[in-house]
């Protein structure tokens, strides 16, 4: 259906090839038949018949091709695929003088446009939409914790851990020291001596001391 729009339109798919000699329209038409071949219309091969060589324009030998197998964009869109190697395959393959005629090949441009008119330039690779771009690799799962992995794990503290133990063993501490204080002063402090009365020495109703009757000696 589109190749029908195109050809109502005027719009073909054209090869313009830079050369010198006199063309071999028949082969060059085969030539690039079967260069399309395999290239486009899911490996079909595009009759000749379906090509027209014009060569108004001196120095410029231009196939048109309107063909139901492929549309015009599709062909077109061809020497895009690896748009300098392609490119310089079919030069090398247009330049065999003795199956095209052709001598002197320096270029081919290829476009899309109204029939009985050369290229003035190649359509643009780049207007092709880009692909999309890959999606980033998923990263690598962790890998699961071995036995030995949990038992290290369970054998250290944690800060936290270590933070709660010393608070533990100085309010321990504290508390002992709370408890064994009277005894701890004794350590450093001497008991004061005390007076012991005199089992001999009664005191008198004055408030004098006088001595016992076992102090008084005959």
């Known amino acids: 259906m589109l190749a029908v729009v195109a050809a109502l ?12 000699g006199t063309a071999n329209a028949e082969q060059l038409k085969l030539v ?3 260069f399309y071949a395999g290239r486009v219309g899911g490996g079909s091969t595009i009759p000749t018949t379906d090509m027209a060589l014009n060569t108004d324009t ?20 061809v020497w895009c695929m690896s748009e300098t190697q392609t490119r310089d395959t079919f030069i ?9 005629g052709l001598s002197g090949v320096t270029d081919v441009v290829t476009c899309v446009g109204a029939s009985g008119e050369g290229c003035a330039a190649s359509t643009p ?25 949990k038992d290290d794990d369970k054998d250290e503290l944690s800060t936290a851990d270590i933070v709660f133990i010393v608070i533990g063993v100085l309010v321990a501490v504290a508390i002992l020291v709370f408890i064994l204080w009277p005894w701890l002063k004794t350590c450093w402090t001497t008991p004061e001596p005390r007076l ?3 089992p001999y020495v009664t005191s008198s109703p004055g408030g004098l001391a006088l001595p016992s009757l076992a102090d008084v000696r005959v």
């Not at 690779?125 to 030995?148: I, V």
């Open 9 to 20: 339109l005027g719009q073909v798919a054209k090869v313009d090839i830079r050369a010198t």
């Open 32 to 34: 690039l038949s079967g």
């Open 58 to 77: 001196p120095g410029a030998y231009v196939i048109e091709v309107d063909s139901s197998v492929a549309t015009e964009t599709e062909l077109d869109a």
């Open 92 to 100: 090398g393959l247009a330049a065999q003088t003795a199956i095209t």
């Open 125 to 149: 690779c780049s207007s092709d939409p880009a692909p999309d771009p890959a999606p980033d690799p998923a990263p690598d799962p962790a890998p699961e914790p071995t036995p030995e992995d």
């Open 196 to 198: 012991l009365p005199n």
